[in-house]
Every structure is written in structure tokens, then in C-alpha cells.
């Protein structure tokens, strides 16, 4: 076992996901039955990382009780009571941190080479930003890093890909040595990726790990769909109930819904218990 900690940033409300994520935190939805949270879980594991940290909004203490309660993963949870950006929570509490840990955003699904991960920052004299290469880059932002791996510069949203097309993961190994260095005002809201970032490249402290693989960041509509609709073009929980005669298109239907007759779903996600009457036609929509 490693006895690094990953710490996960679970914060996010998911806001373009509503009205599913109403009353969930977004790492909290489940894809295929299990909750995103723990995909991330048994990827850390594989690699010897079991200890979890997770910082979450105050306004979703109930809904990470009720799991911490029922869960044999071993997590411990910190609630943000203000909105403190990705950084925030950690730099105003850092004596609660260890020297060094991982740090993720909460919502990533992962299919990566995390060994070279692990290895890389086993040797590591500075934090480190993992990066992959994506087809289209314009979606992320750039992270160029010269010769020697340093992190030089970070370029949002690319038109082209004249400057290259690797990207951040949202996956990182932090040094507290080398976030004390950043000079900030105490509950201010603060960006790993726009401030923390930045200054550490500035500063030579921030060392890129490239990753191979694939990954999802599980925001959107489109891409929830996706990340459940890997294998097949629909995902059906096993407790629906879908016609024959329904047609499935890049949709998700949830547990304990109902799809009548002659229907026609299409790049949406029909959320639990709902029942559909013949004849429907959803598209592009999140049917609670």
C-alpha cells in the first residue's frame, strides 16, 4: 500500500446536468449503477492508494454522511462552508494536508496509465500537473512545458492546434512546501488552474507528467451520456421498463422509469422513477 493520500475535489454542483444533480453533488451520480466517486476510488486503489480525502460543499453534508455511513472505502470528508475555488479550501487550511498528495477533480473518469503517475512523483523535487493529448484541445486549455518537462505556460481555450493539443488532466501531485510559496488573501477564491498554477510554472515548481489513455470529464449532458453509453449507443438500468417498440438513441434511462409504447429517446437522460406515456418524443433533454 502507498501511503500517499489523494485528495478529491468533490465540490462541484453540476449545474449543467440539472435537474438530475439537484440533490446530488455531481460525484455522487451514478454511472451504470455506481456512483463516479468510486470509479476514481478502484482506479487509486489499483496503484496502492486507499486513503481519501474529500472536499465537499457544505450544502451537501447529508448526501456525503449518508454515504460516508454506508461505504467500506476509507474517506474522510471536509466541507467547505464558502465558495473557495479549486484551491481555496486547501491553501486556507493547509496544516489539515500532508507534505505531499495527490489531488483530483472529483468528477474525473479514468482509464490512465496511473502507474507511471506514481512512479513519476515518487521522484519528484516539485509538484507535478498530468497532462494527455486530445484530438480537439479547443474544449480545455493548453499546457505548453519546455525540455526539461517544466510547465512554462498555460493558454485557455485554443482555436488550432499550432501550439500543440495536450491538455490538463485535473490530476495532480502537490507539495506543501511548494503552495506555501503562493501569496494569497485569506478566503479569497482561488484557481489551481488560474492562480496556483501559473505562479508555480512562474517559479519553476511545476513539473508535467504525461498520461496515456482516455478520460471523461463528467459535466455535461452529452457527456454523462457518453460515459454510460461506452460500450453500446443506450444504457437501460436493469429496473426499467422499455417497450419493444421504444427507440433508444445515445440515451440514458434510470432506475425504476418507465418508457411507453412507440416512443422516441434521443441524446437525453430520463431520470429515476419517471414514467413516459406512448408515443413520447424526448430529445436532447434530462427528464426528471
Known amino acids: 500500500m502507498n501511503e500517499l493520500k489523494a485528495v478529491l475535489l468533490v465540490g ?25 466517486i468510486e470509479y476514481m476510488f478502484e482506479k487509486f486503489i489499483e496503484v496502492g492508494i486507499e486513503n481519501f480525502l474529500l472536499i465537499a460543499a457544505d450544502k451537501h453534508r447529508e448526501q456525503w454522511e449518508n454515504y460516508i455511513n454506508i461505504t467500506d472505502y476509507k474517506v474522510e470528508v471536509f466541507y467547505e462552508k464558502q ?6 479550501f486547501i491553501l486556507n487550511n493547509i496544516d489539515l494536508f500532508p507534505d505531499k498528495f495527490i489531488c483530483a477533480n472529483g468528477d ?14 515518487s521522484n519528484s523535487k516539485t509538484s507535478i500537473l498530468s497532462s494527455i493529448k486530445v484530438s ?25 492546434l499550432l501550439l500543440g493539443n495536450t491538455i490538463s488532466l485535473g490530476l495532480y501531485f502537490l507539495q506543501l512546501d511548494d503552495l506555501k510559496q503562493f501569496d494569497f488573501s485569506s478566503n479569497m477564491e482561488i484557481s489551481f488552474e488560474k492562480d496556483v498554477f501559473p505562479f508555480l510554472s ?13 478520460f471523461f470529464d463528467v459535466g455535461t449532458r452529452e457527456s454523462y451520456i457518453e460515459a454510460n453509453c461506452i460500450d453500446n449507443n ?12 421504444v427507440q433508444l438513441k445515445q440515451s440514458v434511462i434510470m432506475e425504476n422509469s418507465e418508457i411507453g409504447e412507440n ?26
Open 202 to 214: 512562474k517559479s519553476s515548481l511545476l513539473t508535467n507528467c504525461p498520461l496515456q489513455g482516455q
Open 234 to 245: 443506450y444504457w437501460v438500468h436493469p429496473t426499467a421498463v422499455v417497450h419493444k417498440t
Open 83 to 88: 465558495k473557495y475555488g479549486t484551491a481555496g
Open 136 to 160: 480537439d484541445p479547443s474544449r480545455f486549455g493548453l499546457v505548453i512545458f519546455d525540455d526539461n518537462n517544466l510547465v512554462k505556460e498555460f493558454i485557455e481555450k485554443p482555436q488550432d
Open 108 to 121: 474525473l473518469l479514468m482509464d490512465l496509465n496511473l502507474d507511471f503517475f506514481i512512479d513519476t512523483i
Open 263 to 288: 416512443s422516441l429517446i434521443m441524446n437525453s437522460i430520463i431520470c429515476p422513477n419517471v414514467k413516459l406515456k406512448s408515443n413520447s418524443i424526448i430529445e436532447d433533454e434530462i427528464i426528471c
Open 12 to 36: 462541484g454542483e453540476a449545474i449543467r446536468l440539472q435537474p438530475l444533480s439537484n440533490n446530488e453533488p455531481k460525484a455522487l451520480l451514478p454511472i451504470r449503477q455506481l456512483p463516479i
